[in-house]
């Protein structure tokens, strides 16, 4: 993998993708396959509940940014952050540093950031941009978002997950269309993190069509409670995504229950199968996931609507 550079700067390798590509499931991958190794990792969650450190958790010098998306809001905290890294690099043997993007970030934005911080820009050469493609949601995502094009487009490597699962021709025909909006672009495929097969044969390109300027994809926080019971949970949020699908991208949170802590999460329409989380936090680093808040992506969701929802749902 990258190793030290001639010109003696950290390499930083940039993993990013839409929300739910798969992001931490491929790095926890090839993090326990040794890639990286004496690499630093930073998570970047675009809302504040820092849940993938959970799935990363063995990962060594893992670093949770957990100010904003690091390619807007979390600016500032990510130049910081990557200057300490700059500092220890020597001392802790650190060789590069992984990037995990929140689902809501533009590659482009990061790269600027580092290129307009004086200090980062002698010091950290951003080695590669890595964006995961869902293999499933793929298409729709780059039909109707202009930041899944944005992401694509920045690759130098476009990894598609979830090949196994999805449907050959379908996989084949998103191939062609990434390899239209990125010719320069390696793409390969995974599941489940391992390598998988790319289709075979030429197939045709979606049509993409042209966007119109969408409001910005923003997190909101919702307390429902640490005891918030999980059928009442599932059903307003069920019934929400209903009404407001379009606009709700993804849903993610942790409630107490008596069989353990349930990370409740949704992507699109979907409902997620809950999960239960480790029992005790040993081992993670960076703070623990706050239990009882549910945190929203979305479109032109207002916080206290939200609030008032819920609370008239019984929460
Ligand atoms: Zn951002």
Redesign the pocket.
């Known amino acids: 993998m990258t190793s030290a550079r001639a010109d003696g700067r950290l390499p930083l390798t940039i993993v990013g993708g839409f929300l739910g590509a798969g992001k931490s499931t491929w790095l926890r991958h090839q993090l326990s396959a040794g890639a990286f190794a004496d690499h630093a990792v930073v998570v970047n969650e675009a809302a504040e509940t820092p849940i993938d450190n959970l799935l990363l958790a063995r990962a060594r010098r893992l670093e949770t940014l957990a100010a904003g998306?690091?390619?807007?809001e979390g600016r500032a905290a990510l130049v910081a952050l990557l200057r300490g890294l700059c500092d220890r690099a020597w001392k802790d043997g650190i060789a590069g540093v992984v990037l995990e993007t929140?689902g809501?970030?533009?590659p482009a934005?990061i790269a600027a950031a580092v290129a307009g911080d004086p200090v980062l820009a002698r010091r950290i050469a951003i080695a590669r941009v890595i964006s995961l493609v869902d293999g499933l949601n793929g298409a729709l995502q780059l039909a109707a978002e202009s930041l899944a094009r944005a992401q694509a487009e920045a690759a130098d490597t476009l990894v598609l997950t979830k090949a196994g699962m999805a449907e050959q021709s379908a996989l084949a025909r998103l191939t062609a269309t990434l390899r239209r909006l990125n010719p320069v672009a390696e793409v390969v495929a995974t599941e489940r993190g391992a390598p998988a097969r790319l289709p075979d044969g030429a197939a045709a390109p979606y049509r993409l069509p042209e966007l119109a300027a969408a409001a910005p994809i923003r997190p909101r926080r919702l307390r429902i409670g640490a005891e918030a019971g999980w059928a009442a949970l599932s059903t307003w949020l069920s019934a929400l995504l209903v009404a407001r699908g379009d606009d709700v991208v993804r849903v993610k949170g942790v409630v107490a229950t008596p069989a353990g802590r349930l990370l409740i999460q949704s992507v699109r329409q979907r409902v997620q199968p809950p999960e239960i989380l480790p029992p005790d936090d040993a081992g993670v680093a960076g703070p623990p996931p706050e239990v009882g808040t549910l945190v929203l992506l979305g479109r032109g969701i207002d916080e206290d609507l939200l609030e008032r929802s819920w609370r008239r749902f019984g929460g």
């Open positions: 998306c690091a390619c807007c929140s809501l970030a533009d934005g």
